[in-house]
């Protein structure tokens, strides 16, 4: 199979390559066994399409996004499996392309996390704005119940660039009628000492936060979660 081994080997040459292979590979493989467990027991299975934020940059396995709001839907005694697509680096144009495999099977819902690695490289407003749109239509087309999360736009590219970026998400959630959440990091973002919450709440990048800011986020966007499982369990 020499084409298998042409592209481990250009994979080998781009180690960024290798760890996004790597992440897709382990994300596919928690589908199937979503999907396993959906014969057995049933449970609505939302995926949660994201970046660093919810693939868990930096933490221990089981203290990332995704196994902290499982754990606290768990306790809410909802029967929801929650799927981490998430990919570290990734963009909207990153998520729209792997869309459809990730909506592959059995999912019941989606959470839409995306856009925070655009706004830092600058990326057109109107572009990240597609590519949610697109994402979304896909998603709501397909019957699917949504959460769409946003992020906050750093003031680097300047106002107008930081307003027109952040307007695209509650247009968006308007339009296709899903579930809203303003700002992945809001629940940290309100708090009123800035210097305390990065140190209290964020890894040592002051971008991504640590399990204690886990769990503010977890405790405060649960319930918009939880209204998620039961609008996927009705269907």
Do not use: C
């Not at 590979?25 to 057995?40: E, G, K």
């Not at 059995?106 to 697109?134: C, K, Q, Y």
């Amino acid at each position: 199979m020499p084409h298998v081994f042409d592209r481990i080997s250009r994979l080998a040459a781009r180690p960024r390559a290798i760890i996004r292979f790597l992440a897709r590979a382990v994300i596919f493989s928690s589908l199937l066994a979503a999907f396993a467990v959906r014969a057995q027991g049933e449970p609505v299975i939302i995926a949660v399409l994201g970046d660093s934020l919810v693939q868990g940059y930096g933490l221990p396995p089981q203290k990332g996004f995704v196994p902290t709001m499982q754990a606290w839907l768990d306790a809410q005694g909802l029967d929801a499996r929650l799927i981490n697509a998430g990919v570290s680096g990734d963009t909207t144009a990153g998520g729209l392309s792997r869309l459809d495999w990730t909506l592959a099977g059995d999912v019941d819902a989606l959470v839409v996390s995306l856009g925070g690695n655009d706004a830092l490289r600058g990326i057109a407003p109107e572009e990240t704005r597609a590519n949610l749109d697109a994402i979304l239509a896909t998603a709501t087309g397909r019957g699917l119940p949504v959460l769409l999360v946003g992020i906050a736009a750093p003031g680097n590219f300047g106002d107008d660039y930081k307003q027109a970026f952040q307007a695209a998400y509650p247009a968006l959630a308007e339009k296709y009628g899903t579930l809203f959440y303003a700002n992945f990091l809001q629940a940290l973002m309100r708090l009123p000492d800035r210097a305390e919450v990065l140190a209290t709440y964020y890894q040592a990048d002051g971008l991504h936060p640590n399990p204690a800011g886990v769990e503010q986020i977890v405790q405060d966007m649960g319930p918009l979660f939880a209204d998620l499982a039961r609008a996927a369990a009705a269907r």
